[in-house]
């Protein structure tokens, strides 16, 4: 059962009603945000962030598309239960889009959203219309994360069991996140914001159907170039 809380986004001179819902799936009760009609396009954020990350996005292409933003477990108005991984955050996507009845539709993620995109991607293709990640490769051996406090060295708005247990499997990697990226057959596009991307090179050479787009702003490019993504994105959608 699905309940719903009424915002408003302004974006210039229209006012943009924003809803956020909250929906039951299989490990609790979630929470997201909606805004504009069209096809749909589903948004996934960054550790630490929630929805409401993709806000600014979701207003500048609401015009042509049904913008869907999940809090994801842990974070925002979301169930924060006691086990947190990848694969548990792919399932709760796959509950997700099931319960609202998206057969097919475009997925946007960055940072753990991206691995989270990648990882339903290279299981679900066929069921994508198209794949957006914001500077993020599949997670591999290459890169060694810091060990991560008990506690949280400050207040945090998310639980802070997800970055602990996140960064446990960052350290030890499927190997299968890496080496199965040539199943994602949809068309995908990689935008990287570094000059130092030579992954995301790697990873695009071997989508069947992939293209790479740089931005040099960082890895928060949807925060610190906006209007570069939304350009980037939108062409993607329209193609």
């Known amino acids: 059962m699905v309940s719903t809380e009424v915002g408003i986004g302004v974006t210039g001179t229209v006012d943009l009603?924003?809803?956020?819902?909250s929906l039951e799936l299989p490990a609790g009760q979630f929470s997201y945000l909606e805004v504009?009609?069209?096809?749909?396009?589903?948004?996934?954020?960054?550790?630490?962030?929630?929805?409401?990350?993709?806000?600014t996005v979701m207003e500048?292409?609401?015009?042509?598309?049904?913008?869907?933003?999940?809090?994801?477990?842990?974070?925002?108005?979301?169930?924060?239960?006691?086990?947190?991984?990848?694969?548990?955050?792919?399932?709760?996507?796959?509950?997700?889009?099931?319960?609202?009845?998206?057969?097919?539709?475009?997925?946007?993620?960055?940072?753990?959203?991206g691995t989270v995109a990648w990882l339903f991607a290279e299981k679900t293709s066929g069921r994508l219309r198209g794949l957006?990640?914001?500077?993020?490769?599949?997670?591999?051996a290459r890169h060694l994360y810091p060990s991560v406090p008990e506690t949280p060295p400050e207040p945090v708005s998310y639980d802070w069991a997800v970055r602990r247990q996140l960064f446990q499997q960052l350290n030890s990697?499927?190997?299968?996140?890496?080496?199965?990226v040539s199943k994602v057959t949809a068309p995908a596009l990689v935008i990287a914001g570094s000059a130092n991307d030579e992954e995301l090179?790697?990873?695009?050479?071997?989508?069947?159907?992939?293209?790479?787009?740089?931005?040099?702003?960082?890895?928060?490019?949807?925060?610190?170039?906006?209007?570069?993504f939304v350009n980037a994105l939108r062409a993607f959608l329209e193609e």
């Open 17 to 21: 009603v924003i809803t956020r819902s």
């Open 36 to 55: 504009g009609e069209g096809e749909p396009v589903v948004f996934l954020h960054a550790l630490g962030r929630s929805a409401s990350d993709w806000t």
């Open 132 to 140: 957006v990640v914001e500077d993020t490769p599949p997670p591999n």
């Open 60 to 113: 500048a292409i609401s015009d042509g598309w049904r913008c869907l933003a999940l809090d994801q477990r842990g974070h925002g108005d979301s169930v924060r239960p006691d086990t947190y991984s990848f694969e548990a955050m792919e399932g709760d996507l796959r509950s997700f889009v099931d319960t609202l009845g998206l057969d097919r539709f475009f997925l946007v993620g960055h940072s753990m959203g």
């Open 201 to 228: 090179q790697e990873i695009v050479r071997r989508l069947p159907d992939g293209q790479l787009n740089k931005i040099e702003a960082g890895h928060w490019i949807h925060e610190t170039e906006p209007e570069s």
């Open 173 to 180: 990697p499927d190997p299968s996140w890496w080496n199965d």
